[in-house]
């Protein structure tokens, strides 16, 4: 059974720090590309991150570049999602799903993902 956990979210100030975390099972996990996204209120799922099978790829939506690191640990079966200098905008719900696309690539919509955690709520006051 195909499961995706994330964790470590919560409610943080405008300028501090998380790291998210997504344990998987059910899959070869080192064979997925690996993608965060989020949802705000009332928003559709904007693309966060993503990290290619043996992260020599990764991409960031622009807002985040810089502030946002996407990392993978295939011995563990966990993609991490270091969050630094959070600002109000990057409230929401924080998802990682895998994409089962052969070779070192990642999908950066929704639709090329296969498999999906439940989420974790990230709120960043100001």
């Known amino acids: 059974q195909v499961q995706l956990v994330e964790s470590g979210g919560g409610l943080v100030q405008a300028g501090g720090s998380l790291r998210l975390s997504c344990a998987t099972s059910?899959?070869?996990?080192?064979?997925?590309?690996m993608g965060w996204f989020r949802q705000a209120p009332g928003k559709e799922d904007e693309f966060v991150a993503g990290?290619?099978?043996?992260?020599?790829?990764?991409y960031y939506e622009d807002s985040v570049k810089g502030r946002f690191t996407i990392s993978r640990d295939n011995a563990k079966n966990t993609l991490y999602l270091q969050m630094n200098g959070l600002k109000p905008e990057d409230t929401g719900v924080y998802y990682c799903?895998?994409?089962?696309?052969?070779?070192?690539?990642?999908?950066?919509?929704?639709?090329?993902?296969?498999?999906w955690g439940q989420g974790t709520q990230v709120t960043v006051s100001s």
């Open positions: 799903a895998a994409d089962s696309t052969w070779g070192e690539t990642f999908g950066l919509t929704p639709n090329e993902y296969d498999y």
């Open positions: 990290i290619s099978w043996s992260a020599d790829s990764t």
């Open positions: 059910g899959f070869t996990f080192s064979r997925y590309g």
